[in-house]
């Protein structure tokens, strides 16, 4: 198929051919501009303005992003220069005392947060750009795979427990935390060779844990409270140029490193298979690109605590402004860090005057962050991922060999009965012994014990029921109703019946929780919908608000308002307050809607085939995954009311259920319901005697214990 | 051909003594290294998926691998790209085992084009072309006028130069096969390995992407070892075939002397038969 008659010249490097290549070489950024040959002119008319035809194009591919920057600093340093303006005016030295504090304030407090808004924007831009392109996965960042949380919960710990610990090396420790986040999330995305979804995934996962044990810290340290969560929520309030001049040269170390990667980077964008053809080695690569990552978002939240959404944002606005090579999307995109951080903050401080110390500008950049990450949601591309048949299953199943877990349920049932049980007639006596209830005390401990055990189960099941509907609905074994954010916006849902309503009853906060976890629901699928409700978008809608929410939920906690306490107390998840109408409440909901979820079998059973096929075989796909998301969304709402957001429940039992062997949906449902009844029956039990007299709430136990069991689930699983 | 566990051992005399040089020189291929495996075998999960191959391709000759699904010549072509790393056996070139080359060393020698080329979307033709070049400029070397030049001959080679500034994602399939084999081109390697560079192809455009290949094999006098799933392709462009079956190499040679009904059914597993080009007296089989 030779086009030339003379093909054997081509090879001969002729001049001109060369030559011509010099202007469009030029073309795409190379520094080295060539000569115009005759050749070249020849192929391309308007060769002559060669200067004016390339410049055009060189700035063009830089006109977008530096326009958002302009615009972003503009407006800040606008905001800015109205604060600092009547300091600058005033004649110095200053006249009065008042005067000279307001000019101390400003060089010494307003000038280093400003300093550290840019700084912090700018590291935490450069860290998620480079998850970004090394991972080859636009949903990567410090926020989203766990890094953060991570460092959060390190420095927490640290400061409760070893505070010595933090004046050696706050950093160290910061890093070391967000270094075993990574791991944990790095581990579980491999099981998936980093899908870009199952590693964001796994991110969520890990980082809610991390916050519910940071919670649980907190919790049991109540006069810390209020510094930590102002401080946790990441607030960029200065006394000194301290943090500000101790990040600027860790910041210039990890853009020199970054340099020094970005050929292979660039390389990086051609696949695992072609860059390694290439001599690329990218186990190293990839090592290394995310130690500079993990490490700038460690630092950041060791100076200044979590400031979620940045390093998301910041990459996507660079990408979508149209920066297209590695490059320029890292360089891009600090600027638009820096500026969009700075932004926020001065913003902030100009809006909220004085209040300002205490509202953390990270909670605000999550609620700006992520209704942004919702507008961009369309524009991302997703790969719908098929289910894998369980591998691990095998070797559990083969034990129950060829009765689909008929045999494992005749096994599971009797455990069930004796689990229910032990709950109630077994327990801590006053004497710190274990022992089985005295009949004497049967009528007493029944009524105490039986309504908190009720609706544990009934919670439990709800929640695995929840789990399942979305694992099979999204394709995905990491879905749930945490990830999902609908917990959180039950959450939400409370937090405003506690703050409208002095004392709200169990009705109220069962209607405002339902509230919430359906508008949640609602704006998800609204916002889902023009891609046919398809199960990539809801669940990273779902992670946006669910992000939103806890962010406002942090923003109310930081105000030390006395009920934000209860707040956080509801949302650990104790069963201690139930009464046994509610736990009636509870299991009469259970009833109703795992019999609505039952009619739904065949569905379930159909839907990870795929959406084509299953709509091939006659699945009427909006409708099914609409009822099916609507029944998830109520289950949620229903037991995070008894059991709080976070457990992890509705994320283990089909998990453990999968594991056991079983495939089919009924009959996974079936043994998901029993055995998330018996996780949270289990975690009241061991939350009431682990520290008897005191309590641990339930839901915290069941996320505390149940989270690392799941990472270990997953490895086997491999 | 000598016994093919010994070939290697005679090429690395061939080099060390000048006598055994001239001798094999005049069949044309001893004084270029060759690529080749000895014992080759993969398995995952206790599955076999190589069994114990052993194979020499012969230097500047066009060699296609074809095969049943799941016989193995993917997985022989990775193990050979050094993409995965065998469970047992070598891989040489040259005579010598190709783990004693580092990542770079091994990328100047042998290009390979996976099967998945859907990535680089955000690239122009240019820049992809000029990736090839990685291996021999490293992650801080200066881009030489060497590096330059090389990028402009594989454009030109590959006549993509009117659609060198256009991004990728607007290139049709074929076009975009072609800006990849172009990259091959400019990393100036003397071996290609093609993981079915036609899967994804019209009729058409696999004549185009096919000859294309020849064409290059032929006026660099590159070794090539390309995937193939369509027998009439493979007997139209290679000089050499290697078939396999269940993981096992099973017949090799010419294709007019693979191309019988007895070979093809044995390959395969169903009945064929072969009939001559109408125009071009080349075999052409179909099924019986």
């Known amino acids: ?718 | 051909m000598p016994d093919p566990v010994r070939w290697w051992e005679m090429e690395m005399n061939a080099s060390a003594t000048p006598g055994l040089a001239v001798a094999t020189a005049a069949t044309g291929d001893r004084d270029r290294p060759a690529l080749g495996a000895e014992g080759l075998s993969f398995s995952v999960d206790g599955r076999d998926l190589l069994k114990d191959v052993t194979i020499r391709f012969r230097p500047g000759e066009m060699a296609g691998l074809v095969g049943h699904n799941g016989s193995g010549k993917s997985t022989l072509l990775k193990l050979l790209a050094r993409q995965q790393l065998p469970s047992r056996g070598l891989v040489r070139y040259g005579g010598q085992p190709v783990t004693a080359l580092g990542a770079q060393d091994f990328a100047r020698r042998i290009a390979y084009l996976p099967q998945d080329v859907t990535a680089a979307h955000a690239m122009t033709v240019r820049e992809l072309v000029a990736c090839g070049r990685y291996p021999w400029h490293g992650a801080l070397g200066r881009f030489s006028a060497l590096d330059r030049q090389k990028v402009e001959e594989a454009l030109a080679l590959t006549h993509l130069e009117p659609m060198a500034d256009r991004l990728v994602d607007t290139l049709s399939g074929g076009e975009r096969q072609r800006a990849w084999i172009a990259m091959l081109m400019a990393q100036d390697t003397e071996c290609l390995l093609l993981d079915e560079p036609t899967s994804a192809l019209d009729i058409a455009h696999q004549m185009e992407v096919l000859a294309l290949v020849r064409r290059l094999s032929r006026e660099k006098g590159l070794s090539v070892v390309v995937v193939l799933h369509d027998i009439n392709m493979a007997g139209r462009f290679c000089d050499r075939l290697y078939a396999l079956k269940a993981g096992e190499l099973i017949a090799e040679g010419r294709p007019d002397e693979m191309m019988t009904p007895e070979t093809l059914r044995h390959i395969y597993g169903i009945a064929m038969n072969v009939t001559r080009h109408p125009g071009l007296d080349i075999p052409l089989a179909y099924v019986c």
């Open chain 1, 1 to 718: 198929m030779t086009k030339r008659p003379g093909t054997s010249q081509a090879i001969s490097p002729a001049p001109g051919g060369i030559g011509a290549a010099g202007p469009r070489a030029t073309a795409v950024g190379d520094a080295a501009a060539g000569e115009v040959s005759l050749s070249g002119a020849a192929e391309r008319p308007a060769v002559t303005g060669s200067a004016r035809a390339v410049f055009p194009q060189a700035i063009r591919a830089h006109a977008g992003p530096a326009a958002v920057v302009a615009a972003l600093m503009g407006l800040a340093l606008l905001l800015a220069f109205r604060q600092a303006a009547p300091i600058l005016a005033a004649p110095q030295p200053a006249p009065d005392a008042a005067s000279a504090m307001a000019a101390t304030l400003f060089f010494f407090s307003t000038l280093p947060r400003m300093a550290t808004a840019l700084l912090a924007g700018a590291c935490l831009a450069l860290s998620g750009a480079l998850f970004q392109l090394v991972l080859r996965n636009p949903l990567a960042s410090p926020t989203t795979l766990g890094i953060s949380a991570g460092a959060n919960l390190a420095l927490v710990a640290a400061m409760l427990f070893m505070p010595g610990l933090l004046g050696f090396g706050r950093d160290l420790v910061a890093l070391t935390g967000s270094l075993l986040a990574a791991g944990l999330v790095f581990l579980m995305g491999a099981r998936h060779q980093f899908s870009p979804f199952s590693l964001v995934m796994s991110g969520l996962v890990v980082s809610l844990w991390c916050g519910a044990l940071a919670a649980v810290l907190t919790l049991l340290n109540d006069r810390y409270l209020e510094s930590l969560f102002i401080w946790g929520a990441g607030s960029l309030s200065q006394q000194s140029w301290t943090i500000p001049l101790s990040l600027l040269p860790k910041l210039a170390l990890a853009g020199l490193l970054v340099v020094l990667l970005l050929r292979p980077l660039f390389l990086n964008e051609l696949g695992e298979a072609g860059a390694k053809a290439l001599g690329l080695r990218m186990a190293e690569l990839r090592l290394a690109a995310i130690v500079i990552a993990v490490a700038l978002a460690a630092f950041v939240t060791s100076a200044v605590g979590v400031i979620g959404f940045i390093g998301l944002v910041a990459p996507t606005i660079a990408r979508l402004a149209g920066t297209r090579r590695p490059g320029a999307q890292l360089f891009w995109s600090t600027l638009i860090g820096a500026g969009l951080l700075f932004l926020t903050d001065t913003a902030l401080m100009a809006l909220a005057g004085q209040v300002a110390d205490f509202l953390p500008t990270g909670a605000v950049t999550a609620i700006f962050g992520s209704p942004l990450l919702l507008i961009l949601l369309p524009r991302l591309k997703t790969r719908h991922r098929v289910m894998q048949a369980p591998a691990a299953g095998r070797r559990v199943a083969a034990v129950f060999a060829g009765s689909r877990g008929g045999a494992a349920l005749r096994v599971i049932l009797p455990v069930a009965m004796l689990v229910l049980l032990l709950a109630v007639f077994f327990g801590r006596s006053p004497d710190m012994s274990f022992r089985l209830m005295p009949p004497a005390l049967f009528g007493d401990l029944v009524a105490l014990r039986l309504p908190r055990i009720l609706a544990a189960f009934a919670a439990g099941m709800m929640l695995a029921a929840a789990g399942s509907i979305l694992q099979r609905l999204t394709g995905n074994e990491m879905a749930s109703p945490e990830v999902l954010g609908i917990s959180a916006g039950a959450t939400l849902g409370v937090a405003v019946a506690v703050f409208v309503i002095a004392a709200p009853g169990l009705f109220t906060q069962l209607g405002f929780s339902a509230l919430g976890a359906l508008a949640v629901l609602a704006i998800i699928v609204l916002t889902a919908s023009r891609s046919g409700l398809q199960p990539e978008r809801v669940l990273l809608a779902g992670i946006a608000l669910g992000a939103m929410v806890d962010a406002v939920v942090g923003v109310i906690g930081a105000t030390g308002d006395p009920r934000a306490i209860f707040l956080l107390r509801w949302m650990s998840g104790s069963t201690y307050g139930v009464t046994l109408e509610g736990a009636m409440l509870a299991g009469l909901a259970a009833a109703l809607l795992l019999s609505l979820t039952a009619l739904c079998r065949r569905w379930l059973d159909l839907l990870p085939l795929g959406a084509s096929a299953a709509s091939a075989i006659g699945v009427p796909l909006r409708p099914a995954r609409l009822v099916l998301m609507g029944l998830a969304g109520l289950l949620s709402a229903a037991a995070t009311t008894s059991v709080g957001p976070l457990s992890f429940v509705g994320l283990m039992a089909p998990h453990l259920a999968r594991q056991l062997g079983f495939t089919r949906a009924a009959p996974q449902l079936l043994a998901a319901c029993l055995f998330g009844g018996l996780l949270m029956v289990a975690a009241d039990w061991i939350g009431r005697s682990a520290v008897y007299p005191y309590e641990i709430p339930a839901g915290l136990v069941s996320a505390l214990i149940g989270a690392p069991f799941l990472i270990v689930l997953m490895r086997r699983g491999r």
